[in-house]
């Protein structure tokens, strides 16, 4: 049965995917096609924030009857990412590559940690206490991912 962490974890490739495909062009500075590449990574980032953060967030909060905790901490750590990718696409813009480097390795270290924490703890528990919502909050999910 497919279930919340399996969806999830794969759009965090997807976003891995994306970010690889940008740093490979700012590496070779390839400015238009780093501008494009990161232009995706950010708009599948923000895709994956609003998905969690307008479905999978509440859902859980309504289950467990709390909205602190680990949803908290997720969207303090989205309001940061999304920072950076700001930071980030201002530096891709004006073609400067220490910059860009300076923000995208913060933002890989916490993309790392933010994912780690959703994969291993997050997403579990939303597995285990919307069992009952399972097919249509991934049907919900996977809409949103692709708007």
């Avoid at 708009?43 to 967030?57: G, I």
């Avoid at 969207?75 to 073609?95: D, G, I, P, S």
């Avoid at 994969?119 to 528990?125: A, D, K, Q």
Wanted: hydrophobic share 45%; proline share 3%.
């Amino acid at each position: 049965m497919p279930n919340i962490k399996d969806f999830m974890v794969g759009d965090h490739r997807h976003c891995d995917d994306l970010f690889t495909d940008a740093e490979q062009a700012v590496a070779a500075q390839a400015w238009d096609r780093a501008g494009a590449a990161f232009a995706s990574f950010q708009d599948a980032m923000q895709r994956h924030f609003d998905a969690e953060e307008s479905l999978l967030f509440p859902a859980f909060e309504v289950k467990i009857g709390m909205a602190t905790g680990p949803t908290e901490v997720m969207r303090v750590e989205h309001l940061q990412m999304r920072e950076l990718m700001t930071a980030a696409k201002a530096a891709l813009l004006a073609k400067d590559a220490d910059d860009y480097s300076g923000n995208t390795e913060t933002l890989l270290i916490m993309m790392q940690q933010h994912n780690m924490k959703e994969e291993n703890i997050l997403y579990p528990m939303c597995d285990q206490h919307l069992v009952d919502q399972m097919e249509a909050l991934l049907l919900q999910l996977q809409q949103k991912l692709q708007d």
